[in-house]
């Protein structure tokens, strides 16, 4: 076992030298010759029961070196035996549910809100037939019953930054399997399979591509569960393109250096943004308050590069003097993105429940980029106090870009 970056560098790599290549191979073959067709059989049949390889792919939907690559570079950094890559984060936890509720026979789901929105819809809508009650942390256990084929959290949670023990949750979960949504915090920060995490899932979209050009998810478990998720991939074709895979694979290298330059610049915006006239509250687990449990330096390496705010005046007009912060949803990427939760990523959550669970429809989410942490806080500054003295490029309607002034 190697250290962090040695394992981000080099994890599904093995076999490069071998092969006389240095960088990744892409395979973007969508089916695969099998002039044996009984073998080629064999290796359907074995691929379609959940083996993470066979004799051969057979057809891109099956199977795709280029991603098992990436899925085996993942499972190294969150010391699993295996990962499942999928095409979004929300195929990734429709996958977890299907296979431990729906496959499982157990149609009833506890989860801890805050969660992520689109989860958070996925749970309450029904759309998979299976039941979900709200539980706080540490009444998980009260809401479990004989149905319960799934305990689901986040933590850090999307959007406010709550943090939960794991290993506490994992206890009171009893016999039922704990996903972990381990986004936030990325390998580099929390290993939630090593606190007895029966799943753990990345939206991959975010720090794993930390580019913001690539859409997939991710889950690391043990082989057995990692074969019902690939039967699943299989059979609901759920798959990430081989070129996603790719990418991401390539992401996992500057993954922990990413990771700890953005959160260094979190640390020091938090910290400002406390201090600052045009801010409400300030949540991180870098600041006061903000870790009652101690997780952070226990559970978690660090307190990692997402903070919430509140802000005296309309959030709405303080985003739209922001000039070189993107107002966009998603988070994790090279640039500093800043988006009104409430308005977008947990739009689909009942109000009166996004509040009860602590998101106030005022918060704003701020994911830190690898921008000089100065003109970032200058940024913010600027359209905390009020000024604008920057021309922020806006598209049209029409889909062009023009210039106009937002002060
Ligand atoms: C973005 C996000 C998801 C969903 O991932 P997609 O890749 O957008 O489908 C799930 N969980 C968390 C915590 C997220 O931030």
């Known amino acids: 076992m190697t250290r962090l970056r040695t394992t981000a560098v080099h994890g599904g ?42 004799e051969s792919p057979v ?10 690559r990436f899925e085996q570079a993942l499972a190294a950094l969150e010391g699993t035996a295996a990962a499942v890559a999928f095409g979004s984060g929300m195929a990734a936890v429709t996958a977890v549910v299907q296979a431990a509720c729906v496959l499982a026979g157990k149609p009833h789901v506890v989860a801890v ?23 706080t942390a540490d009444r998980v256990a009260d809401a479990i019953t004989p149905d319960t084929g799934l305990v689901v959290v986040e933590t850090p949670a999307n959007p406010n930054l709550d943090l939960l023990d794991v290993a506490a949750v994992v206890a009171r979960a009893g016999t039922v399997p704990v996903v972990v949504d381990n986004t936030f915090a990325t390998p580099v920060l929390q290993n939630p399979a090593a606190l007895g995490a029966a799943y753990v899932l990345h939206s991959a979209t975010k720090y794993l591509g930390g580019h913001g050009d690539v859409l997939g998810g991710v889950v690391a478990c043990a082989e057995e569960r990692a074969a019902e998720l690939r039967r699943i991939r299989i059979v609901t074709g759920a798959v990430l393109h081989p070129l996603g895979g790719y990418l991401l694979h390539r992401g996992l290298a500057t993954l922990p250096l990413r990771v700890e330059a953005a959160q260094r610049t979190a640390v020091e915006l938090a910290r400002r943004l406390a201090g ?17 449990a ?32 993107t107002p966009a949803v998603s988070l ?18 009942p109000g009166a429940e996004r509040e009860a669970s602590g998101v106030p429809g005022d918060l ?22 009020g000024a604008c003295e920057r021309h922020y490029i806006k598209p049209s309607s029409s889909g062009e870009r023009a210039l106009v002034q937002t002060g």
């Open 364 to 385: 704003l989410r701020l994911s830190a980029g690898l921008e000089d942490v100065e003109d970032l806080w200058a940024d913010l500054d600027r359209a905390l106090s």
């Open 113 to 135: 809100r805050p969660l992520y929105g689109g989860t958070d819809h996925l749970l309450s809508s029904g759309l998979l037939g299976v039941r979900t009650t709200y539980a």
């Open 59 to 68: 057809y891109a939907r099956l199977h795709n070196p280029t991603v098992a």
């Open 276 to 292: 600052h006239p045009g801010v409400g509250l300030v949540r991180h687990p870098s600041l006061p308050g903000g870790d009652p």
């Open 332 to 349: 994790g990427s090279v640039d500093t993105l800043v988006e009104h939760p409430a308005a977008l990523t947990h739009r689909l959550v």
């Open 294 to 325: 101690g997780l952070v330096g226990t559970q978690m390496g660090g307190p990692g590069a997402v903070l919430a705010f509140t802000t005296r005046e309309d959030p709405a007009a303080v985003v739209a003097r922001l000039g070189l912060i």
């Open 13 to 54: 790599r093995e076999d490069l030298a071998d092969l006389g290549v240095h960088a990744l191979p892409l395979d973007l073959s969508t089916t695969y010759p099998v002039p044996d067709q009984a073998a080629g059989g064999r290796a359907l049949q074995d691929l379609a029961e959940g083996a993470a390889r066979a």
